[in-house]
């Protein structure tokens, strides 16, 4: 059975943690399926979203246990997986459908945008077992206020969803019948951008604030002269004047 199940809708492309039955841990084999599912997005151009979801009850327990700790073991693939859900060029939306701790979290972090269950629990439980959230800081760092991230990784307790999104981990919450719908809204607004146009800006989020002002507004004034002179801003621009649709936004359902 795969620890891992991907379905295309369309543009969209779903990637289920699906082994519920071992709170989806991020075992060796569950981290190899995930790399073989972001090379389908990767090598599919026609993919402009991906959702990110799980089975059952636990989105995902953090790494496992029994094997993480050998080398070359699960920490260090899950370092990649999580550099992979980064640079995607297609948005990433996290679909948290329930609890997320340890490397978990840094999964949902590591999402352009995620909606967790209002039920769902979060924590960063790393230090409670010996260990530090070494990996995951990497993604979940540049979301938090360091004093945000002192107390939650220091403390190692559990918090609720809300307060995830107050964090910065997460987007928003929503009811468990609610999900759907919230992550339909946001899929539909990603599919009215233009797909070059969202890979760059994946790509300026993270990398210009970690850029000195000179070099960030130099990068920037690249960037927005790049787009302007593309085709795609030109048919952009077009559709916008004559009030229809751009050529990449999918038909209306009828």
């Known amino acids: 059975m ?8 369309g ?6 943690l699906a082994d519920a039955e071992h709170r989806n841990v991020l075992s060796a084999p569950m981290l190899e399926e995930l790399h073989g599912a972001l090379d389908l997005a990767e090598a599919s151009p026609d993919v402009r979203v991906v959702i990110l979801t799980n089975a059952g009850h636990v989105f995902c327990a ?13 920490p260090r693939d899950l370092t990649a997986v999580l550099g992979r859900l980064q640079d995607l060029a297609a948005p990433v939306v996290g679909r948290i459908a329930g ?14 945008l995620a909606i967790a269950t209002s039920g769902a629990t979060f924590g960063f439980t790393e230090v409670r077992l010996g260990l530090v959230p070494a990996m995951i800081a990497v993604v979940c760092l540049p979301k938090m206020r360091p004093a945000d991230a002192r107390a939650t990784m220091l403390r190692g307790g559990r918090f609720d969803a809300a307060e995830a999104a107050r964090l910065g981990l997460i987007t928003a919450t929503a009811e468990p019948e609610d999900l759907d719908g919230a992550i339909a809204a946001i899929v539909a607004d990603l599919l009215a951008g233009e ?8 790509r300026l989020v993270r990398e210009l604030p970690a850029l000195d002002r000179e070099t960030a507004f130099a990068r920037a004034a690249e960037m927005s002269a790049a787009r302007f002179a593309s085709e795609a801003a030109r048919e952009g621009i077009a559709a916008y004047r004559e009030k229809r649709p751009a050529p990449w936004v999918p038909p209306a359902a009828p």
């Open 195 to 202: 797909p070059g146009a969202l890979a760059l800006t994946k």
């Open 99 to 112: 609890h997320c701790v340890a490397g978990g979290v840094g999964l949902a972090a590591a999402c352009d």
């Open 11 to 16: 543009p969209v492309l779903t990637i289920t």
């Open 62 to 74: 953090g790494a496992d246990l029994a094997t993480a700790a050998a080398p070359g073991g699960a």
């Open 2 to 9: 795969s620890l891992v199940e991907t379905a295309r809708q």
